[in-house]
Structure formats: C-alpha cells, structure tokens
Nanobody
C-alpha cells in the first residue's frame, strides 16, 4: 500500500524559512519521480516542484524558483522541500505526491501558514 506522510508545516512569519518532509513507503521509491504540490484556500492544487529518481534533476514552478529547494534521500525514502523567504502567498496545505502508472498518490498534506 502506497503511503505518503508529510510533516513539518507550521505558522511562520514572512521572510522565515521552513523545511517540509515526506516519508514514503509501499512503492519503488528509488525509481519514482517525486513531487511537492500545494493548495491554498479557495484555489486549486498546484505543482510546486519535482525531483527525478536519482535526485539530479529538479523542476520548479516560477513562483518558487530561487526560494524553494526539493531534495530526496533514497536510503531513508524521504523527500524534502526547503522553503526560504516565505510570504503570505505561500500559505497553503503542502502535499507530496507520486504517480505510479496512471494513478496519482497523495499524502494527507501539511499546512503552512505565513502571517505576521
């Protein structure tokens, strides 16, 4: 059974940094592309970043480029999202996800609130 468990979300102030983690199990982690997505209140879920199977290739959407860094640990089966220079626009529930064949799998999400 695929399981993705995100943690690390918190209430932070604008300009702060935060590191999200996601523990994965139940699928071939080392051969899977991993992604972080987010959903802000009233908005659709959107992709934030992705990372290749071996961690050498990463992709970021424009609004997080230069601020967020995705990484993974293929020994511990974990994926991370380092978020710097947070603003109120980054307030959302953050999800890690993986697509296996035609099926997307998601965790329960971890909430991030950026407010002064």
């Amino acid at each position: 059974q695929v399981r993705l468990v995100e943690f690390g979300g918190a209430l932070v102030q604008p300009g702060d940094s935060l590191r999200l983690s996601c523990a994965a199990s139940g699928f071939p982690f080392n051969t899977s592309v991993l992604r972080w997505s987010r959903q802000a209140p009233g908005n659709q879920r959107e992709l934030v970043a992705s990372i290749s199977e071996d961690g050498t290739l990463t992709h970021y959407v424009n609004f997080v480029k230069g601020r967020f860094t995705i990484s993974r640990d293929n020994v511990k089966n974990m994926v991370f999202l380092q978020m710097n220079s947070l603003s109120s626009e980054d307030t959302a529930v953050y999800y890690c996800n993986v697509r296996l064949g035609a099926t997307g799998h998601w965790g329960q999400g971890t909430p991030v609130t950026v407010a002064s």
